[in-house]
């Protein structure tokens, strides 16, 4: 009922109104104050919806008839004081003109927080690309400001691998005619299909090559295994495992001799002018005569590397794998009278491994924070930057940094004016708060402070603050469950892209997804704790993706170029500019935040990203899983698989060593946030109750939302002080809670 100590309020561009009577329907709505069980920041609604006539009504329909269901006006609601007789707030939101109805003289529609929070529930799951200049409505926004990352490489292992897949038999001849008594060269490749290819742009299948006689003339680019280095390449490594039995046919054969080789070979930058490296020629079985060999009853030939061959190719070299035939034979004329050799191979098998220490050139690309990430959505969202978030602003996290693939690589695109432009950065709000939470639990909600709202992604301590905030005093509870959701019976941490590559690149790729399974198994079964990134951290995926350069691959398109990889990164140097300073980053390396070089992984001194391996993810988010686990403390929270590498193993100082495929005790896992009960109770209103849960609270220099502290409160089931968090209170004529217990 209207009086005095009440006022609503409509406000919008067309002007202020303060309304003569309550919207009706206002006495059946209740208030409701809201934690999003999936997100845990808190939200405030109305659940009813409300009815104008008179003034209101003309200005509603006013504001309906020019903007449509986007005419955004505001509602509110003050209260006086029941002692100090001030105005204060009790309730602000937005008019939802899309629930518009015109009945019986009224105007309809519901009311909601509105602002900010609409958007972002409207937008949650849209991409956008951050390069844009304008918001959601056209309006223009300043350029995005961009970063650098240096990256001076990661070694990456390369192991492909080549067989004689579908080839049993073949036959190698002799060399080219040539004068009497001299000898004459034939080179047969041994024939090899590429099973597993790390390095496409090196490792082929090898042909032999012939004249149309049928007799081999000069070496071929087509005889490699290994094809033109394009670079200086790192220590490669070629184990070769083969055998076979043979059989000579010729004609007027005076000496023959047989042997299987690995020849080094150069050429120019085209191809051309191909030789046989001085000194280039490994003799790896010299088998001698082989029409020796074949009067033995067709002797099986084989050989094995015993340590595998080691050199470092250098830019244009390549290598070959065969047999080597050199004799002589007694000449004729004409030339189809001339002696010959062929050697008729049978029982072939072969396998042959390439192992590469593969190192690439130090590279440049852009980058922006998480932060900025967060800073330009809210940006789109609504023309102006409000996006708070301390943990990506100056906590430790501060110095995570993105960017999509095609940075990694120094794409550019043109646009419909063949104007070279950038290549697009593209998040989405759910991805930002996913790829954050995977790595440390955090959470986010909407402040407001007076006409100002703010999106708040913060640690999920910030939404669940440990000191009292309200006092409810006596409450009567009116049940107590199960939180039966928080017992989970598997948990899942890591990235959804990793360790999956076009090349062959092995299992050393740790952040992938890693399994683990818990002591639950009564309460919900199947109930899994799942925080995964649709982000990437993989080195190996920045390693692979780098070394796809624009100037090299530049017509080549590769899966990454729209992914958004993160790195862990460290800030080394900035430099001034009109609109803030660029910033200057290197990846971190295991010395900048562990206390023993890290074990189980393949070159250590560059891996990156080490912090964020799911592992020690799984360790960062144990204070909130771990509410229905505590009371096992002497069992252990077990691993069952992993999509990479499992063995890597990591120490922070002061912390026990931390392994991928390690199983957790949980008695040392972190002290829980909450027990698993819910509490449901009521409280007759008090209007002081209610502005202490809508006020808040200056803490360690912030100020915090009073419904994100702990409620303490005496049950009338016990008797006994408790302590609670928020989850649900729905304020009426009464006070209806929803509470989660405070662990402890």
């Known amino acids: 009922m209207f009086d005095n100590r009440i006022r609503f309020i409509l406000n919008s561009k067309f002007g202020k109104l303060e309304l003569d009577q309550d919207p009706m329907g206002w006495d059946d709505t209740k208030l409701l104050i809201g934690r999003s069980e999936k997100t845990y920041g808190i939200f405030v609604n109305l659940t009813n919806n409300l009815r104008f006539t008179g003034a209101a009504k003309e200005y509603l329909e006013r504001a309906f008839k020019i903007d449509k269901v986007q005419a955004?006006?505001?509602?509110?609601?003050?209260?006086?004081?029941?002692?100090?007789?001030?105005?204060?707030?009790?309730?602000?939101?937005?008019?939802?003109l899309s629930t518009r109805k015109i009945k019986d003289g009224y105007f309809e529609c519901d009311?909601?927080?509105?602002?900010?929070?609409?958007?972002?529930?409207s937008n949650i799951r849209e991409k956008f690309e951050l390069n844009r200049t304008t918001d959601i409505k056209g309006n223009s926004i300043p350029k995005l400001n961009t970063d650098k990352v240096s990256i001076q490489?990661?070694?990456?292992?390369?192991?492909?691998?080549?067989?004689?897949?579908?080839v049993q038999e073949f036959t190698a001849h002799s060399g080219k005619w040539n004068s009497i008594d001299e000898d004459r060269t034939s080179f047969h490749p041994l024939p090899l299909n590429v099973i597993a290819n790390a390095d496409p742009e090196n490792i082929q299948p090898p042909f032999p090559t012939y004249e149309l006689d049928d007799r081999w003339n000069d070496p071929s680019m087509a005889n490699m295994f290994y094809y033109k280095a394009e670079r200086d390449m790192g220590r490669t490594r070629f184990s070769i495992n083969t055998s076979f039995k043979l059989d000579v046919t010729g004609n007027r054969i005076n000496d023959l001799n047989l042997k299987l080789v690995l020849d080094r070979y150069i050429c120019d930058d085209n191809g051309d002018n191909l030789r046989l490296?001085?000194?280039g020629r490994t003799i790896l079985k010299d088998i001698g005569d082989p029409r020796r060999i074949d009067d033995d009853n067709e002797q099986l030939i084989s050989y094995s590397t015993t340590t595998p061959l080691e050199f470092e190719p250098k830019i244009n070299e390549s290598f070959a794998l065969g047999l080597l035939m050199v004799g002589q034979f007694g000449g004729g004329f004409p030339i189809r009278f001339d002696g010959w050799a062929d050697v008729h191979y049978s029982d072939y098998n072969a396998k042959v491994t390439v192992a590469v220490d593969s190192f690439y050139q130090r590279t440049k690309a852009k980058a922006i924070t998480l932060f900025e990430a967060g800073q330009r959505l809210s940006e789109i969202y609504t023309g102006k930057p409000c996006f708070e978030s301390s943990i990506l602003s100056s906590g430790k996290w501060k110095d995570l940094i993105t960017m999509p693939g095609g940075w990694l690589r120094n794409l550019a695109k043109t646009d419909e004016q063949g104007k070279v432009i950038e290549w697009p950065i593209t998040w989405s709000w759910e991805d930002l708060y996913k790829t954050l939470n995977a790595i440390t639990p955090v959470a986010y909600g909407i402040i407001s402070e007076g006409a100002k709202q703010k999106l708040v992604l913060e640690n999920i301590d910030y939404f669940f603050q440990r000191y009292v905030t309200v006092d409810l005093g006596e409450i009567q509870v009116e049940e107590r469950t199960t939180a039966a959701e928080f017992y989970y019976s598997s948990i899942t941490t890591g990235y959804t892209k990793g360790g999956d590559y076009?090349?062959?690149?092995?299992?050393?790729e740790y952040n992938t997804q890693g399994n683990w399974i818990t002591p639950v198994t009564v309460t919900v079964p199947g109930n899994k704790f799942e925080v995964l990134s649709p982000s990437r951290t993989d080195s190996y995926g920045v390693e692979d993706a780098r070394r796809r350069q624009y100037g090299e691959s530049a017509e080549e398109d590769s899966p990454y170029d729209k992914d958004n990889f993160v790195i862990d990164a460290k800030e080394t140097g900035s430099i001034s500019r009109s609109t803030r300073a660029a910033k200057f980053y290197e990846p971190k390396k295991w010395q900048d935040d562990f206390e023993q070089r890290p074990t189980g992984v393949y070159s250590p001194d560059t891996a990156f990203n080490l912090r964020l391996s799911p592992a020690n993810n799984l360790l960062r988010h144990s204070r909130w899983f771990n509410g229905g686990l505590y009371y096992m403390p002497e069992d252990y929270v077990r691993f069952s698989s992993s999509e990479g590498n499992s063995e890597l193993m990591t120490q922070l100082p002061g912390e026990d060593p931390v392994k991928e495929n390690a199983d957790f005790e949980i008695g040392k896992l972190?002290?829980?946030?909450?027990?698993?009960?819910?509490i449901k109770a009521k409280l007759p209103f008090d209007q002081t109750i209610l502005e202490k849960i809508q006020g808040h609270t200056?803490?360690?220099?912030?100020?915090?939302?009073?419904?994100?502290?702990?409620?303490?409160?005496?049950p009338s089931d016990t008797g006994i002080e408790e302590r609670a968090f928020m989850f649900k209170t729905e304020v009426k004529n009464e006070f209806e809670f929803k509470l989660l217990r405070v662990f402890g």
């Open 72 to 96: 955004n006006v505001k509602l509110t609601k003050l209260v006086k004081h029941p002692q100090t007789d001030e105005w204060n707030l009790s309730f602000a939101g937005y008019l939802e």
């Open 111 to 121: 009311v909601m927080e509105g602002g900010l929070r609409e958007l972002l529930v």
């Open 153 to 166: 490489g990661r070694e990456i292992y390369l192991l492909s691998k080549l067989r004689n897949e579908n």
């Open 277 to 279: 490296q001085e000194g």
């Open 502 to 508: 076009e090349r062959p690149l092995g299992l050393d």
């Open 670 to 678: 972190d002290r829980p946030i909450f027990e698993p009960e819910w």
């Open 698 to 714: 200056e803490s360690n220099g912030k100020r915090i939302n009073n419904y994100y502290g702990m409620f303490k409160y005496v």
